[in-house]
């Protein structure tokens, strides 16, 4: 109810009163009240004016269930939401969910990650109240093989999500960063839990780097944050629910072929590396290619110097740039 009062708030060009909320909640003034006070108590700044109700005034960067749930315009994606103030990780907490028995759509966020993971278990952590962390469990009637495209349709959403929430514009580094001015935003982690061949669940999870003002010296050359790259503080639940409304929409044209047949053309201009020289690392091993794009399965085609096109699969390898991370 807490969720739905904010949401009200919200909405309202003005004072809202609190029979109009009442009514429109099936509340009494009495509930409406408590859940004001509460929301109070969590940095939200309420005005209150007799005969003319409430109106939220300024609202904290929080990452709370009632924050992302009064931003959230999603069909199933996120209906289910668990929002915590610290985790191990993301994934981990989707994974015991699913253990539990947490059903289709169900998202965990939390405001601070110690120990979240990338792509070939490097590390990904979350410093509080800067960055978002997110993990949304999907229990799709899919051939296990087709499962690592869904990356690639978290990548397009991340990407429209950033775009349309704060006006910057980013590319993807293939198959699962986002990339602002040539340094890393995001990164995102696809896992899958298989019985007898078949999908059991998906585990997808991201981080963006959101509020974060500067870097480590190490870290500095290759990954930057919407607020270095805005010039201004990003409101957090807002993304958050953008990510999910956008992947809602990117995952529904997946189910209806399978494939990224509806999205290569839309990913392959996004993409950072298209037409340029790459160095693809397997193992210990680097060769150099020229990057030609995605093909419908999200594999990346590759051209060597005989002009000969190969494709490359994303569990296989690393992609750079030349001179660098991209």
């Known amino acids: 109810m807490k969720s739905k009062i904010l949401k009200e708030l919200k909405n309202a060009d003005d004072y809202i009163s609190g029979q109009q909320l009442c009514e429109r909640l099936g509340v009494s003034r009495t509930a409406v009240w408590k859940h004001i006070k509460a929301l109070r108590a969590e940095g939200y700044e309420i005005d209150s004016v007799t005969n003319k109700g409430y109106k939220l005034m300024m609202e904290p960067d929080l990452l709370t269930k009632e924050e992302v749930a009064s931003c959230l315009h999603t069909k199933w994606l996120g209906k289910d939401l668990y929002c915590y103030e610290t985790m191990d990780s993301t994934n981990l907490e989707i994974r015991r969910l699913a253990e539990a028995g947490a059903g289709h759509g169900t998202v965990a966020i939390t405001e601070e990650q110690t120990m979240?993971?990338?792509?070939?278990?490097?590390?990904?952590?979350?410093?509080?109240?800067?960055?978002?962390?997110?993990?949304?469990?999907?229990?799709?009637?899919?051939?296990?093989?087709?499962?690592?495209?869904?990356?690639?349709?978290?990548?397009?959403?991340?990407?429209?999500?950033?775009?349309?929430?704060?006006?910057?514009?980013?590319?993807?580094?293939?198959?699962?960063?986002?990339?602002?001015?040539?340094?890393?935003?995001?990164?995102?982690?696809?896992?899958?839990?298989?019985?007898?061949?078949?999908?059991n669940y998906i585990v997808v999870g991201l981080g963006i780097n959101v509020n974060i003002d500067h870097f480590p010296e190490d870290l500095s050359d290759k990954a930057t944050s919407l607020q270095i790259e805005g010039g201004r503080k990003i409101?957090?639940?807002?993304?958050?629910?953008?990510?999910?409304?956008?992947?809602?929409?990117?995952?529904?044209?997946?189910?209806?072929?399978?494939?990224?047949?509806?999205?290569?053309?839309?990913?392959?201009?996004?993409?950072?590396?298209?037409?340029?020289?790459?160095?693809?690392?397997?193992?210990?091993?680097?060769?150099?290619?020229?990057?030609?794009?995605?093909?419908?399965?999200?594999?990346?085609?590759?051209?060597?110097?005989?002009?000969?096109?190969?494709e490359v699969s994303s569990g296989e390898v690393s992609v750079r740039g030349i001179l660098g991370y991209v």
């Open 116 to 199: 979240g993971k990338g792509r070939r278990g490097r590390s990904w952590l979350a410093e509080a109240g800067a960055g978002i962390a997110m993990s949304f469990l999907l229990k799709p009637q899919i051939e296990a093989q087709n499962s690592s495209m869904l990356t690639l349709v978290t990548a397009l959403a991340v990407n429209e999500a950033i775009c349309e929430t704060t006006g910057i514009r980013a590319k993807i580094k293939w198959p699962n960063d986002i990339i602002v001015n040539g340094k890393k935003i995001c990164g995102i982690l696809t896992e899958m839990s298989l019985q007898m061949d078949e999908i």
């Open 235 to 310: 409101k957090r639940a807002p993304l958050a629910a953008k990510v999910l409304e956008c992947f809602e929409k990117y995952y529904d044209m997946f189910l209806k072929t399978e494939d990224l047949s509806m999205l290569q053309d839309e990913y392959n201009k996004l993409l950072v590396h298209t037409d340029q020289k790459i160095k693809v690392v397997r193992g210990s091993k680097e060769e150099i290619f020229l990057s030609r794009g995605i093909n419908h399965r999200g594999e990346l085609l590759v051209e060597d110097e005989d002009g000969k096109v190969s």
